[in-house]
């Protein structure tokens, strides 16, 4: 056999293997509509805690947001609401008109202690937000494993 198809046969076999999709996308699943309505008065479930999600990203269209995080145990597979409920001046913040991901927030807060240091399962979490000025909606993207486990 000639090196040339040995190598085509390699590129095939490989390209096979990463090429496959292995990842579902969710768009505002927590959404009434397309979007999640988020006003100064009330807290709200911008996500909902997900073994299987490894990514989102959130865009707040015209105010701030605060947002503060539950809990994961790797050991028992819970999960837990966020324990501190997020006000117009507690929580990590979400910038209008900015397309924020939870890889972007670890890499902001990878120097911080205490009930805001983030893991690797930061992007499985609950995430509660609201808004510091006024009504606002936030859209959502959410990238998930599509297999049953984590």
Known sequence: MKIGVKIGIVLALLLGIYTSAWATLRINDQGAGNEVPISVTTAVK??????????????????DLRCTEGTYNVGSGAFTAPAVTPTSTRGFIIKSGQYVSEKSILALAAGMNGSHQFTDDFAKVEIDCISTAGATSVDTWEERNPTSNP
Request: aromatic fraction near 16%; avoid cysteine; charge should be neutral.
């Open 46 to 63: 911008v996500l909902a805690a997900d073994a299987r999600r490894f990514n989102w990203t959130m865009f707040s269209e015209s105010v």
